[in-house]
């Protein structure tokens, strides 16, 4: 799904009231096997929306940088005790992210990368911000899955491709009807499909 103007699409969105797929027990627990305890880690979470995925890698552990291309959404955020900060940043835009660091142990991407303009590009970026060893977690619903009229805020089966050809170690796990990716840049070259 192509958006023009995503701040203002998104923004008016959340504005009205509009909510998302809340995060559930089998998500948390899949990505906390993946990403492990933050130990004071940066993490990343681009698209945060109201912050609830943010939330939840503060209490892992994670120093989390959650980013919005609207103000909107972040404005809706709980307070947490950990250590969050929001910015409303388009991560698509050409010219450099306004970020005070540059390596990331976790970045994740939840219900993003179906509407995602440059994909390629957007993969660039992300690969240059994750730290040695670091993971990019990505969710997402299959288009192939979904009902006709709501295919376009899933992904096709070339834009999986796209998405895990150019990882070292490239995990997808099916739960219910989305698919949740863990990518690793480096490690054994493989890839790796379960479903539950």
């Not at 699409?9 to 990403?35: I, Q």
């Not at 103000?71 to 970020?99: H, S």
């Amino acid at each position: 799904m192509t958006i023009e103007n995503p701040a203002d699409y998104w923004g008016d969105l959340w504005t009205a009231g509009r909510r998302y797929s809340p995060l559930t027990e089998p998500e948390t627990e899949l990505l906390d096997e993946h990403a492990g305890p933050g130990r004071g880690r940066l993490a990343l979470d681009i698209g945060c929306g109201d912050g609830a995925l943010a939330r939840h890698l503060a209490g892992l552990g994670y120093q989390v940088t959650g980013l919005d291309c609207t103000p909107a959404a972040p404005a809706l955020a709980e307070p947490t005790d950990g250590p969050v900060q929001y910015r409303c940043v388009n991560f698509e835009a050409p010219q450099p992210l306004p970020l005070p660091q540059r390596a990331f142990a976790l970045i994740t991407a939840r219900l993003v990368f179906a509407f995602i303009k440059d994909k390629p590009a957007f993969l660039d970026r992300v690969r240059s911000l994750l730290d040695f060893g670091g993971v990019f977690w990505v969710v997402t619903p299959m288009a192939e899955r979904l009902p006709p009229d709501r295919a376009s805020t899933g992904i096709t089966s070339a834009e999986e491709e796209l998405l895990t050809r150019l990882w070292a170690h490239a995990r997808s796990i099916d739960v219910g009807s989305l698919r949740y990716y863990a990518l690793r840049a480096w490690g054994d070259a493989s890839i790796e499909k379960r479903g539950c």
